[in-house]
């Protein structure tokens, strides 16, 4: 069982980015909900756009591999 989570969640895995996914929201919702208690609304606009771009970014690259092994196997190099 932790043989297949590994494949499927470790690093260089297609999960992998599941897990950063969700790791960006908790901790941005958790950072935004203690910003905005303690009256800094700005930060927690800066946290948000800045775990926006993290996430973005982590998804652009997920499918950049994918995109660069669909066209390696198109073209017969797997």
Request: hydrophobic share 65%.
């Amino acid at each position: 069982m932790a043989q297949a989570a590994a494949a499927a969640f470790g690093p260089n895995a297609p999960g992998f980015v599941i897990v950063i996914l969700v790791m960006l929201g908790v901790g941005s919702w958790l950072a935004e909900m203690i910003t905005s208690a303690v009256g800094k609304g700005q930060i927690s606009a800066m946290i948000r756009t800045g775990t926006t771009i993290a996430a973005i970014l982590a998804v652009v690259a997920v499918a950049w591999q994918l995109l660069t092994k669909f066209f390696d196997f198109t073209v017969g190099k797997m």
